[in-house]
Nanobody, 123 residues
């Protein structure tokens, strides 16, 4: 099993920044698997935010966060990050990290999920 623990959420004003972390522990993920971030706002479906390949050579972003969010990973530390800049109130959601997928942006393809961390952006 792989355990994922998110951290770094909180309350920030519009225009501010936050960095989320996702620490992985347990068994190693097979090579060639993506890690990603998804989010779910109140009353809405969970949506894809960003994903990064196992080697960190490829990334994918939702159109809504392109140019504002940056995904990265440090395989030596088994940790993935999401740097979020220029935050907007519509970015308010619970953010989940996920791992183990062969497909970047499809939530059903991910095997492992964290518990989520709340991000609230005030206007």
């Amino acid at each position: 099993q792989v355990q994922l623990v998110e951290s770094g959420g909180g309350l920030v004003q519009a225009g501010g920044s936050l960095r989320l972390s996702c620490a992985a522990s347990g068994r190693s993920l097979p090579s060639g698997r993506w890690m990603g971030w998804f989010r779910q706002a109140p009353g809405k479906e969970q949506e894809f935010v960003a994903a990064i390949s196992s080697s960190a050579s490829s990334t994918r972003y939702a159109d809504s966060v392109k140019g504002r969010f940056t995904i990265s990973r440090d395989n030596a530390k088994n940790t993935m990050y999401l740097q979020m800049n220029s935050l907007k109130p519509e970015d308010t959601a619970v953010y989940y990290c996920a791992a183990g997928s062969l497909i970047a942006a499809t939530k059903g393809a991910y095997t492992y999920w964290g518990q989520g961390t709340q991000v609230t952006v005030s206007s």
